[in-house]
């Protein structure tokens, strides 16, 4: 009798060890997971709009834990908007290049599965980070913005070097088979990154200001973007509103990047979807 209680304990016990090995083996949806590493400070106020939405969405992407919704596994490193504009300012290409790479090397060192630069104009040093840090993707803001364009051209609205002839933003979207309209005004187009600098980057969002950037979305709508025009500056979405302009198609340039940088994390999409050159490889493939 005593014997078979004791068989009956050890089998018992038996059982629960299996369960917990098997519960140590099947690891949560987290596991999965990618980590994302975010390069901001660029300004410090959009990289809070890609923490919290890329949560937000991750949370919906992920079926729910075992207590409550997942949280996006992320590595964000912050720079000094001061340092980083002054370069831009003095057409200091490899001062922005050499300055952010400090930041993706942070990144590098902690392993990131790919790498999200939370500005459009910081992009400039999109490819100079991808020959130094190889093992690092960079899901590239423009191939998001890309991915849902209708065909035709588009308009752009950003900082001065973005909206600049031959900036690397254009060239991506030329890869893309788009042409694009920036505002003809010198005046206007530094006006712009005057709003963006001393303004909105400090989350001073003004109705004179909001005023313009429709104006100027008008303009450009009304110049031949008829494919709509693209906010191009992560910080211009947070003071235009598809509202004040309701007959021209905008295109939020951080929501679609941070959309991508979500799905891509959660598993739901691939960085190959986006990238223009490995969609050419795979057609002639």
Same mark, same amino acid.
């Given at each position: 009798?005593?014997? @078979?209680?004791?068989?009956?304990?050890?089998?018992?016990?038996?059982?629960?060890?299996?369960?917990?090995?098997? #519960?140590?083996?099947?690891?949560?949806? @987290?596991? &999965?997971?990618?980590?994302?590493?975010?390069?901001?400070?660029?300004?410090?106020?959009?990289?809070?709009?890609?923490?919290?939405?890329?949560? *937000?969405?991750?949370?919906?992407?992920?079926?729910?834990?075992? =207590?409550?919704? /997942?949280? +996006?596994?992320?590595?964000?490193?912050?720079?000094?908007?001061?340092?980083?504009?002054?370069?831009?300012?003095?057409?200091?290409?490899?001062?922005?290049?050499?300055?952010? !790479?400090? !930041?993706? /090397?942070?990144?590098?060192? #902690?392993?990131?599965?790919?790498?999200?630069?939370? @500005?459009?104009?910081?992009?400039?040093?999109? @490819?100079?980070?991808?020959?130094? &840090?190889?093992?690092?993707?960079?899901?590239?803001?423009?191939?998001?913005?890309?991915?849902?364009?209708?065909?035709?051209?588009?308009?752009?609205?950003?900082?001065?070097?973005?909206?600049? %002839?031959?900036?690397?933003?254009?060239?991506?979207?030329?890869?893309?088979? &788009? %042409?694009?309209? =920036?505002?003809?005004?010198?005046?206007?187009?530094?006006?712009?990154?005057?709003?963006?600098?001393?303004?909105?980057?400090? %989350?001073?969002?003004?109705? !004179? +200001?909001?005023? &313009?950037?429709? %104006?100027?979305? #008008?303009?450009?709508?009304?110049?031949?973007?008829?494919?709509? #025009?693209?906010?191009?500056?992560? *910080?211009?979405?947070?003071?235009?509103?598809?509202?004040?302009?309701?007959?021209?198609?905008?295109?939020?340039?951080?929501?679609? /990047?941070?959309?991508?940088?979500?799905?891509?994390?959660?598993?739901?999409?691939?960085?190959?979807?986006?990238?223009?050159?490995?969609?050419?490889?795979?057609?002639?493939?």
């Amino acid at each position: 009798m005593r014997s @078979s209680a004791r068989l009956g304990r050890v089998q018992v016990i038996c059982f629960c060890a299996v369960c917990v090995l098997e #519960v140590l083996r099947t690891p949560p949806e @987290s596991a &999965f997971m990618k980590t994302i590493g975010v390069i901001t400070g660029i300004s410090y106020v959009s990289g809070i709009d890609y923490y919290k939405g890329i949560n *937000e969405r991750i949370a919906k992407l992920l079926p729910d834990g075992a =207590v409550m919704p /997942h949280n +996006s596994e992320m590595v964000m490193v912050s720079v000094d908007c001061d340092v980083y504009v002054r370069y831009l300012k003095d057409n200091d290409t490899s001062g922005v290049q050499e300055y952010l !790479a400090q !930041a993706a /090397h942070k990144l590098d060192l #902690v392993g990131v599965d790919f790498i999200v630069i939370a @500005s459009n104009t910081a992009h400039i040093c999109y @490819s100079y980070l991808r020959e130094r &840090f190889p093992k690092r993707p960079i899901l590239h803001i423009v191939d998001c913005v890309a991915k849902v364009l209708p065909k035709g051209k588009v308009g752009l609205l950003g900082t001065e070097p973005t909206m600049r %002839e031959g900036s690397w933003i254009r060239e991506r979207l030329a890869l893309h088979g &788009f %042409e694009v309209v =920036v505002p003809a005004k010198e005046e206007d187009r530094q006006r712009c990154y005057d709003i963006i600098c001393r303004e909105l980057s400090f %989350e001073i969002f003004s109705d !004179a +200001s909001r005023n &313009f950037f429709a %104006e100027m979305a #008008v303009e450009l709508y009304q110049c031949g973007a008829d494919a709509g #025009v693209i906010l191009g500056c992560t *910080e211009i979405e947070l003071l235009l509103r598809q509202s004040d302009v309701p007959d021209v198609p905008l295109h939020r340039s951080a929501e679609l /990047h941070i959309e991508a940088a979500a799905r891509i994390q959660a598993g739901a999409d691939q960085l190959e979807d986006y990238d223009p050159q490995a969609q050419v490889i795979e057609a002639k493939t």
